[in-house]
C-alpha cells in the first residue's frame, strides 16, 4: 500500500510540473509577443508583394502585437520612401545604387529571395519561342505583327510596366540588353498587367515568375524555358533579387520581420509555394553592375 501511494504521489507531482512548464512556456510566449509591438510599414516591388503579404500575415498571427501593412507602388517607389524615412522598409526588384538620383545613404539592403521574369503573351498569338534579337525588335517597335515571328497575322500590343518599375528595370537590362521599350501603355502592377494580358489579343509584356499562370504564354528565348533551374544557374539570365530595404537604426519589430523572412519557415516552404526562389537554391550571385559570380 505504502508503495502505491508513493507511486501516486509522484506521479500527481510530475502531473503538476508538466502544467507548470506548460504554464510558463505560454507565458514565456505572451511575454515575448508583449516585447515586440508595432507597426512595419513595407511599400514597394509588387514582385515582392504577394510573398511579404502572405508572410506578414503569419507573423501577425505569432506576434499579436505588431501590424505589418503592406503596399505595392513599385521599387522607385520603396526605395524613395525608405530612403526619407517615410515607411519601415522599400522593397526592390532593384539595387538602391540602380536608382538615379537616389541618396542611400543609411540604407541596409536584406535579400530575402530571388524572382526570374519571362516574357507573356496572350495564347492567341500561337508563339512559344523567340529568339533574343526579336525579343528586342518586337519591345523596341521594329516588328509590330506575329506573322514576323512565325505566329498568328496579328498586331502586337505592347504592354509596359511603369518607369520606376523593378520589373521593367530589370526585363529592360537583361531582357533588352538595356535598350529601352518603345512607348506604350503602361500599368503599374504585375497583377494589372496578368489581367490585361490574359484578356487582349495580340497582348505581350512581362512579368515576374509569381504572377505568370497557365492561362498565360511565357515566351522561352532561344530555346531557353524560364524555369526555376535555368535561374539558378544564369541560363535564363533575366531575374533579379528580392530586396527588403531599411534605413538607420530600425525598430525591433523590423528587424524580427525581415529576420522571419529569411527562416526556414519562409526560404523552404512559402517562397517555393508562391513561385519565388530561395537564395540557398542559387548556383551563382550577381552584384550591383551585373558581373556573375559562381556561389550564391
Not at 504521489?9 to 511575454?31: D, E
Not at 518599375?165 to 530589370?170: E, I, M, N, P, Q
Amino acid at each position: 500500500m505504502k508503495k502505491a501511494a508513493l507511486v501516486s504521489v509522484l506521479g500527481l507531482s510530475l502531473v503538476f510540473t508538466l502544467a507548470g512548464c506548460q504554464s510558463a512556456k505560454h507565458t514565456n510566449v505572451a511575454s515575448a509577443d508583449k516585447k515586440i509591438s508595432g507597426k512595419v510599414v513595407a511599400v514597394g516591388s509588387t514582385a515582392l508583394q504577394p510573398l511579404v503579404e502572405q508572410a506578414g500575415q503569419t507573423f501577425q498571427d505569432d506576434h499579436s502585437g505588431v501590424t505589418i501593412n503592406v503596399q505595392g507602388g513599385g521599387s522607385g517607389a520603396g526605395l524613395g520612401q525608405v530612403s526619407k524615412g517615410a515607411v519601415n522598409i522599400g522593397n526592390s526588384d532593384l539595387f538602391a545604387e540602380e536608382q538615379k538620383g537616389l541618396n542611400t545613404a543609411g540604407m541596409v539592403d536584406h535579400r530575402v529571395a530571388v524572382v526570374g521574369m519571362a516574357p507573356v503573351v496572350n495564347p492567341d498569338t500561337n508563339v512559344k519561342n523567340v529568339t533574343k534579337q526579336q525579343l528586342k525588335d518586337i519591345f523596341t517597335g521594329k516588328i509590330d505583327n506575329w506573322k514576323a515571328v512565325g505566329g498568328k497575322d496579328e498586331k502586337i500590343v505592347i504592354i509596359n510596366r511603369a518607369k520606376g518599375s523593378g520589373t521593367r528595370a530589370t526585363f529592360e537590362k537583361f531582357g533588352l540588353d538595356g535598350q529601352q521599350a518603345a512607348q506604350s501603355q503602361e500599368q503599374d502592377s504585375n497583377g494589372t498587367v496578368q489581367k490585361i494580358v490574359k484578356t487582349t489579343p495580340g497582348a505581350i509584356s512581362y512579368l515576374a515568375f509569381s504572377y505568370i499562370k497557365p492561362d498565360m504564354q511565357a515566351l522561352s528565348i532561344d530555346h531557353v524555358k524560364p524555369t526555376d533551374a535555368n535561374v539558378a544557374d544564369n541560363n535564363w539570365k533575366i531575374w533579379s533579387y528580392e530586396h527588403m530595404y531599411t534605413k538607420g537604426k530600425a525598430s525591433l519589430a523590423t528587424k524580427t520581420f525581415i529576420k522571419f523572412m529569411t527562416s526556414d519557415a519562409i526560404q523552404k516552404h512559402l517562397v517555393k509555394k508562391l513561385g519565388y526562389i530561395p537564395l540557398t537554391s542559387m548556383h551563382v550571385s550577381r552584384d550591383v553592375n551585373g558581373n556573375m559570380h559562381k556561389g550564391a
